[in-house]
């Protein structure tokens, strides 16, 4: 029996080839480096962003929670692929599926690459509201655009998103109990004239 | 693929040198500006990252295996790109502005990023010594409580 996941698939990505610009656009948009870039260079921006020390000293704790969520969220991916589940990708079990993207062959579930704009667009949002959303909705393209490109079920990018925004958030937490790690980093870079 | 990885990090080296750029006019952070005019600094922002996107983006053979970056590479060569960047901003900033007068004078104590609206990194280097040192002895006395 096929799954509502798998016929979510079956339907965003039937409609691969229906508008041909729309495919060019998807395409370029999934690549394993625009999104990704998009996003990081937002946050290397806010390091230096803020008007006045204290204005910096919040969008910095934030690069910092968020950086540290990145690479929670990437273990967690990792160890999720290990012990818990290991899902084939939709061309495997449906080779008639349009791809607009090359075999990748780990698994499916969960979306490490959507986990990780996730991750990022979360810390954004946590930290800049207004800006936030613009990445929030850059990553939601990013990863619909992933199932349409005929590489991940609806279920492994909405598991990856999941996961890159709790990772964040549990890295904010964790920050906010143990204030000293940021504050000392950004002690470290405020002598360093950098913060 | 070590090719393209060496593509990725000229494109983050060279958006991160123009965003920062960008930032540093717009925050009035005047050691550290390669121009002094904003409008200048916010040209070649906009003209660095644009051109670094389309050459970046339009190669024929990106995400074709086996030319793809492994996530884990990816992030380093990004911390390399931008670190390499604020470097290369702060010297060649610090060169620049060796012989501009600044409004006002450099503060007794050290404000951080803000005492660049002031001086050049160069020039405060000894003080950025000064007070790494400080930081870091008081973070050594306060592991050892």
Redesign the interface.
């Known amino acids: 029996m096929i799954s509502l996941d798998e016929r979510l698939f079956l339907f965003i990505n039937g409609l691969v080839g229906h508008w041909p610009f729309l495919d060019s656009v998807v395409s370029f948009l999934i690549n394993d480096y625009f999104v990704v870039v998009v996003l990081s260079f937002l946050l290397l921006v806010f390091w230096f962003a803020g008007n006045g020390p204290t204005s910096r000293a919040h969008l910095q704790t934030g690069f910092i929670w968020t950086a540290l969520g990145l690479a929670l969220t990437n273990v967690a991916v990792k160890l999720f692929n290990i012990f818990v589940v290991y899902r084939d990708r939709p061309f495997i079990r449906y080779p008639d599926t349009h791809l607009l993207f090359y075999r990748p062959h780990d698994s499916s579930f969960p979306s490490n690459s959507v986990a990780v704009c996730f991750a990022f667009a979360a810390g954004i949002y946590m930290v800049n509201r207004r800006v936030g959303v613009w990445a929030l909705a850059l990553a939601t393209v990013f990863a619909i655009g992933r199932v349409y490109a005929g590489i991940h079920y609806p279920l492994d990018v909405i598991g990856g998103a999941a996961i890159g925004v709790i990772c964040v958030m549990m890295m904010r937490k964790l920050l906010t109990l143990w204030k000293w790690f940021p504050d000392t980093v950004i002690r470290i870079a405020r002598a360093l004239r950098l913060a | 693929m070590a090719l393209l990885a060496f593509d990725?990090f000229l494109?983050?080296f060279v958006?991160?040198c123009g965003?920062?750029q960008g930032?540093?006019a717009?925050?009035g952070?005047v050691g550290l500006q390669f121009f002094q005019r904003r409008a200048c600094a916010f040209a070649f922002a906009a003209a660095s990252t644009a051109a670094s996107f389309l050459w970046?983006?339009t190669k024929p053979d990106?995400?074709?295996?086996p030319n793809?970056?492994e996530?884990?590479q990816?992030?380093l060569t990004?911390m390399a790109g931008?670190v390499s960047s604020?470097i290369f901003s702060l010297l060649v900033a610090s060169l620049i502005n060796r012989r501009r007068r600044f409004v006002t004078s450099t503060p007794s104590e050290?404000?951080?990023?803000?005492?660049?609206r002031h001086t050049t990194?160069v020039k405060?280097l000894p003080t950025?010594e000064r007070?790494?040192r400080?930081?870091?002895r008081s973070?050594v006395s306060g592991v050892r409580k």
């Open positions: 990725y494109l983050v958006t991160s965003l920062l930032v540093f717009f925050r952070i970046f983006f990106l995400d074709i295996p793809i970056i996530g884990k990816q992030t990004f931008a604020v050290s404000s951080g990023l803000d005492d660049l990194f405060i950025v007070d790494l400080a930081v870091l973070l």
